[in-house]
């Protein structure tokens, strides 16, 4: 069965300091993989997706970027972190076709102080 | 541009009682729709999708959803609500080009002993 990792489950990182999450991803290959940022609880905003190794789509302007080393691996970074990175990020894969839906990670609580 | 909408932001019900969360779609052509639960602090999990066929689909923990083409709805129900499906609620559609989940503000439900 498939699996989806994600680490730390807990960050708390001052302004202005660099920041590297990772996903990954078992039981599976190809996978299609994503980067949810979610803030106050509710909305979902997607930040970033891939569909192969090297191949990074980004859905919103900002200073975080996404890069995919390995085909079951994820990492979200940012060089210099701000307040409003704060937030709850979560990870999800999907294969390349057919299934649709999307399984998250356990996600990680990124506080930005 | 496709979309979805969760009208409620919060749905009350007792225990026992039945449960509905509503959702409703904005897409050209056929819809891929979604429901996932969000526990705090912890990742998606699917529950169910419709892709095709039988209106009324089945998925995890006893919920189902109704597919109303006419309504342009996808609401989830369940016929006798738990404590434990207090939750967050996310009804999504993907997108058909590039396959992208669009999701809802989500619906937070609880219910009560």
């Known amino acids: 069965s498939q699996t989806i990792h994600q680490w730390p489950a807990t960050l708390v990182q001052p302004v202005g300091s660099p920041l590297s999450l990772e996903c990954t991803v078992e039981?599976?290959?190809?996978?299609?993989l994503y980067w949810y940022r979610q803030a106050a609880g509710r909305g979902l905003q997607l930040l970033f997706y891939s569909v192969g190794i090297g191949q990074i789509s980004s859905e919103v302007p900002q200073n975080l970027s996404a890069s995919r080393p390995q085909d079951r691996q994820f990492i979200l970074s940012s060089k210099k972190l701000l307040l409003s990175d704060s937030g709850f990020y979560l990870c999800?894969?999907?294969?390349?076709?057919?299934?649709?839906?999307?399984?998250f990670g356990p996600g990680t609580r990124l506080t930005v102080t | 541009a496709q979309s979805v909408a969760q009208p409620e932001d919060q749905v009350n019900v007792a225990e026992g009682n039945p449960l509905t969360v509503k959702c409703t779609y904005s897409?050209?052509?056929?819809?891929?729709l979604f429901w996932y639960v969000q526990y705090p602090n912890r990742g998606l999990q699917f529950l169910l999708k419709y892709i095709t066929g039988d209106n009324l689909v089945k998925g995890s923990y006893g919920f189902e959803a109704e597919f109303n083409k006419s309504q342009t709805s996808f609401h989830l129900k369940k016929p006798s609500a738990l404590v434990s499906d207090s939750a967050l609620y996310f009804c999504?559609?993907?997108?058909?080009?590039?396959?992208?989940?669009?999701f809802g503000q989500g619906t937070e439900l609880s219910v009560k002993p």
């Open positions: 999800a894969w999907s294969v390349r076709t057919g299934w649709y839906e999307q399984y």
């Open positions: 897409v050209s052509g056929n819809p891929y």
């Open positions: 999504a559609v993907r997108e058909r080009v590039g396959g992208k989940l669009i």
């Open positions: 039981g599976t290959s190809n996978p299609n």
